[in-house]
């Protein structure tokens, strides 16, 4: 069982927006501004999509978007395209100078 | 352009040591720390560890009694020894770089198989 919670999939059509959750404690998620997401396919290295809870690394659409409201992140992808179809993990400074991963989350674009 | 190449042993047989180095090209080594993640078959990602240019490092509690990452900062290679493997240490094995507790630039990974 992974620290932090994602749900197991979630799907959309092309265009539309997806929002994945990634609920953590007070220990990790909601104290501190260290969430970052990561988009995997077909089990390739991961890519970094959002760093420190809302920025986005150079070279990643603006269609990503990430926030933080208390003990959950939230990463959001909207304008869905094919290529976004894949793996989506979350992870978070966890205190004691530790890293947590959620368990992933697979995003079907339908 | 920022590279991680990353090596290791092949297969293993349950009880030996597994020993992964990562070499670094294109980013001032001493500017982060470096990190170790896995992924078991089927399974999520897993921090292992990180280690910094003077080699001081920080484990994750579940491996930190079989785990030792070490640098050289004459080679910008850094690396992992994990001892007494067994099945359950078979995974594909990431190195990367870690700044305010993100990876930015990752290796390609590398599998690693325990076996009888």
């Known amino acids: 069982q992974s620290a932090l919670t994602q749900p197991r999939s979630v799907s959309a059509s092309p265009g539309q927006s997806v929002t994945i959750s990634c609920t953590g404690t007070?220990?990790?998620?909601?104290?501190?501004?260290?969430v970052s997401w990561y988009q995997q396919h077909s089990g390739g290295a991961p890519k970094l999509m959002i760093y420190?809870?809302?920025q986005r690394p150079s070279g990643v659409p603006d269609r990503f978007s990430g926030s933080k409201s208390g003990n959950t992140a939230s990463l959001t992808i909207s304008g869905l395209q094919a290529e976004d179809d894949g793996y989506y993990y979350c992870c978070s400074h966890g205190g004691n100078k530790d890293l947590l991963f959620g368990g992933g989350t697979k995003l079907t674009v339908l | 352009q920022v590279q991680l190449q990353q090596w290791g042993a092949g297969p293993l047989k349950p009880s030996e040591t597994l020993s992964l180095t990562c070499a670094v090209s294109g980013a001032s080594f001493s500017h982060y720390f470096w990190t170790w993640i896995r992924q078991a078959p089927g399974k999520g990602l897993e921090w292992m560890g990180e280690v910094t240019h003077r080699g001081s490092a920080i484990y994750n509690p579940s491996l930190k009694s079989r785990l030792w990452m070490s640098v050289d900062t004459s080679k910008n290679q850094f690396s992992l020894r994990l001892t007494s493997v067994t099945a359950a240490d078979t995974a594909v094995y990431f190195c990367?770089?870690?700044?305010?507790?993100?990876?930015?630039?990752w290796g390609t990974g590398t599998t690693v198989t325990v076996s009888s």
């Open positions: 990367a770089s870690m700044d305010y507790y993100y990876m930015e630039f």
């Open positions: 420190r809870v809302t």
């Open positions: 007070s220990g990790d998620v909601g104290g501190y501004d260290y």
